[in-house]
């Protein structure tokens, strides 16, 4: 299935398209479902919760992996890896989110915004939003956490922001042994340099990631890159 916009654009027309015609939100729900080929709403959420992008991707993660996800704002990168987190706990999995950025209540919007509703994954899933997240921290907080967890840092590009942490390649190197001796997989946020162009190429990859600070990029397994309805995933060679 593909969709004229991402099913969180969609539901934003439908907010303003109930707004300025006076009519129910599910009313709307439906009229835009209509424009995408679907009877009612429903329909479109339902085949949407089975033909994400993420849904896609993660049985291609094995425990150990380090994941880059990249993209311009408004891409859907947070969305796309807290759709990974999702994943992760429909197969019986724990996962973590980690945000140097959001608040634990803007988390929560973006999973509304994919339409997850966290009760179903009751102590499944946990929220960290401390100023004092790094490398360390995160290792600290996931000590006992099992095989198989999904752990998501928001994002990259932050980790060194506090002059008392280490540059960012010793700590990625410290999570990239932390993941492999754990078995957990664990997947960066990561912002894209302003001097990408689409015009140029669909996606950003790694040239194009915003590298403040030195780092091996090459530490990654694997890596997502968004850019409109594009998606390009890679192994590491």
């Not at 707004?19 to 939100?25: A, F, K, N, Q, T």
């Not at 992996?65 to 859907?76: F, I, K, T, Y």
């Not at 967890?149 to 932390?178: C, G, H, M």
């Not at 997989?185 to 790694?206: G, N, T």
């Amino acid at each position: 299935m593909r969709l004229s916009a991402p099913i969180y654009h969609l539901k934003r027309k439908a907010k303003r398209l109930s707004r300025e015609v006076g009519i129910p939100l599910h009313d709307a729900l439906d009229r835009v479902a209509a424009t995408q080929g679907f009877s009612a709403w429903s329909l479109l959420a339902a085949k949407a919760a089975t033909a994400t992008p993420a849904n896609r991707l993660f049985p291609q993660f094995q425990p150990g992996d380090l994941v880059l996800v990249g993209a311009r704002p408004g891409q859907g990168k947070t969305l796309m890896s807290l759709g990974l987190a999702v994943e992760a706990m429909r197969s019986g999995h724990r996962a973590a989110f980690f945000s140097l950025e959001y608040t634990e209540k803007d988390v929560l919007d973006r999973f509304r915004a994919i339409g997850v509703d966290l009760a179903g994954f009751e102590k499944l899933f946990e929220v960290d939003c401390s100023d004092a997240i790094s490398a360390d921290y995160v290792v600290k907080q996931m000590a006992a956490a099992p095989r198989g967890t999904v752990v998501v840092i928001d994002y990259l590009q932050l980790l060194d922001q506090r002059r008392e942490n280490p540059d960012l390649t010793v700590q990625v190197r410290a999570l990239k042994s932390f993941a492999h001796d754990k078995g957990l997989i664990v997947v960066f946020i990561s912002q894209i340099d302003r001097s990408y162009d689409s015009s140029l190429k669909p996606c950003p990859d790694l040239d194009d990631v915003r590298l403040p600070n030195l780092l091996d990029l090459k530490l990654f397994d694997k890596t997502c890159f968004l850019n409109k309805d594009e998606v390009q995933f890679r192994i590491a060679s």
